[in-house]
């Protein structure tokens, strides 16, 4: 059983920075696929980022290429979103997720039903 804990979420202005952090519960994340999701007021959860510890690639929704990065520190078994210039749509509540895929994985996850652990989410606001 794989537990995740979300923090570093909070109420922000456009154009400011947040770094949100998932806590793994004191296992190694290397051979498992990590992602972000995030859901607004009234829409579905939606993909925002991913790591495959276990073949090195990384993806992110094109919403949010290039002011995100995914990454993680195997050593504090947490992995990190850091979010840059950010702006109202991206307001919602920011989930972490997990999947064990073993040592040898290539590829990634993109869909809330390839993931299996889920942390209880950090909310995220943005005024304008």
């Known amino acids: 059983q794989v537990q995740l804990v979300e923090s570093g979420g909070g109420l922000v202005q456009a154009g400011d920075s947040l770094r949100l952090s998932c806590a793994t519960s004191?296992?190694?994340?290397?051979?498992?696929?990590m992602g972000w999701f995030r859901q607004a007021p009234g829409k579905e959860r939606e993909f925002v980022a991913t790591?495959?510890?276990?073949?090195?690639?990384?993806a992110y929704a094109n919403s949010v290429k290039g002011r995100f990065t995914i990454s993680g520190d195997n050593a504090q078994n947490t992995f990190y979103l850091q979010m840059n210039s950010l702006k109202p749509e991206d307001t919602g509540i920011y989930y972490c997720?997990?999947?064990?895929?073993?040592?040898?994985?290539?590829?990634?996850?993109?869909?809330?039903?390839?993931?299996?652990?889920w942390g209880q989410g950090t909310q995220v606001t943005v005024s304008s």
């Open positions: 997720a997990a999947r064990y895929v073993g040592p040898i994985y290539i590829g990634i996850m993109v869909r809330p039903n390839d993931y299996n652990y």
């Open positions: 004191g296992r190694s994340f290397s051979h498992y696929v």
């Open positions: 790591i495959n510890w276990s073949g090195g690639d990384t």
